[in-house]
T-cell receptor, first 113, second 116 residues
């Protein structure tokens, strides 16, 4: 059974803290993605990676960075958390071909106070 | 740039009836993929159905079918014989072909509530 796991389901952090969100997939997928989900806005792409140590900015990369040191692991980093980064964060992975669906993790609901 | 529009923020349907969730898209690519995902209240995203832009037949998966009208740029999801467990958010999404970024562009979603 395919699996994408995220390190936390719920996280509460203070403004200015450095936050790490971890994502691991066990399907040997080349592509990994970080999305942010907000009510009325759907899911928006923050960053994606198509290979180890490779990363590309998505639509809303400001305030975020990523790391992919191993194929199965893709980390999202909030260098200095702010209240407007309170959101649901979803990690996904997919194989290379165009018609392969993305598999999503359970999501991390981050609250920044 | 690709864009997905879902104009129905919320929908109600009676159990056992069929329901159509609307999705229109905008792209200049000739080759693209269209997806529908379901998100129950638990939060996980569940893949439902896929339609390729060159597929001549509408995709079907069990009770789900995708009404693909390429000229109108619409990709509506039809759920037949609704069940209470179908109550969830539904997202339409589009994927760029390589060498594009391979990520999905999502619509804002439709919340479906199935009533007994």
């Amino acid at each position: 059974d395919v699996k994408v796991t995220q390190s936390s389901r719920y996280l509460v952090k203070r403004t200015g803290e450095k936050v790490f969100l971890e994502c691991v997939q066990d399907m040997d997928h080349e592509n990994m993605f970080w999305y942010r989900q907000d009510p009325g806005l759907g899911l928006r792409l923050i960053y994606f990676s198509y290979d180890v140590k490779m990363k590309e900015k998505g639509d809303i990369p400001e305030g975020y960075s990523v790391s992919r040191e191993k194929k199965e692991r893709f980390s999202l980093i909030l260098e200095s958390a702010s209240t407007n980064q309170t959101s649901m964060y979803l990690c996904a992975s997919s194989a290379l071909a165009t018609n392969y669906e993305q598999y999503f993790g359970p999501g991390t609901r981050l609250t920044v106070t | 740039a690709q864009k997905i529009t879902q104009t129905q923020p919320g929908m109600f349907v009676q159990e056992k009836e069929a329901v159509t969730l609307d999705c229109t898209y905008d792209t200049s690519d000739q080759s693209y993929g269209l997806f529908w995902y379901k998100q129950p209240s638990s939060g996980e995203m569940i893949f439902l159905i896929y339609q390729g832009s060159y597929d001549e037949q509408n995709a079907t998966e069990g009770r789900y079918s995708l009404n693909f009208q390429k000229a109108r740029k619409s990709a509506n999801l039809v759920i037949s014989a609704s069940q209470l467990g179908d109550s969830a958010m539904y997202f339409c999404a589009m994927r760029e072909p390589p060498p594009g970024r391979r990520a999905l562009t999502f619509g804002s979603g439709t919340r479906l509530q199935v009533q007994p």
